[in-house]
């Protein structure tokens, strides 16, 4: 159990999946209230999954897989994760390609600054600020799951 902790909490860097640096330059987001909503209830949904365990929350990450990109889902090992954005921080990041490609998802994308929280069944494994991806889709908010080490 140690050592699977370990390897969670060393991958824990990881966990903002596609988290890599924030390019672009900061421009105003002009969301309307209804498309800011949805971002919010992505992040919801997210959460109440992980609280519902991790099989619940594995299930929502592949429905919710950018679908430019749903081979690329990983396995959070039984962990669940809890995100807490920061909304003031939501911002566009049309330059934005995930790390490893050479193609920017379709969509608009937005970055989000967030706290992420690992757990282990009840156990809080580690904590880390960062960033995360989301895109709007054809209506619909995308995102990438975060994946653990290898």
Not at 12 to 26: M, Y
Not at 63 to 88: N, Y
Not at 97 to 117: L, Q
Request: net charge negative; with cysteine; glycine share 10%.
């Amino acid at each position: 159990m140690a050592e699977r902790a370990a390897v969670l909490l060393a991958s824990l860097a990881l966990l903002a999946g596609c988290a890599g640096p924030v390019t672009g330059s900061p421009r105003a987001v002009g969301l309307s209230d209804g498309d800011r909503g949805k971002f919010r209830e992505f992040y919801e949904r997210l959460n109440k999954a992980g609280d519902e365990g991790a099989s619940q929350q594995q299930k929502l990450l592949k429905e919710t897989q950018h679908p430019d990109f749903r081979q690329k889902t990983c396995d959070l090992r039984g962990a669940t994760i809890k995100v807490e954005p920061t909304w003031s921080t939501l911002r566009t990041d049309a330059d934005w390609e995930p790390p490893g490609e050479k193609a920017h998802p379709r969509g608009d994308v937005y970055v989000v600054a967030v706290t992420v929280t690992l757990r282990q069944e009840e156990a809080v494994i580690g904590s880390q600020i960062g960033s995360m991806h989301v895109v709007l889709l054809d209506d619909q908010v995308y995102g990438f799951a975060p994946c653990l080490g290898g």
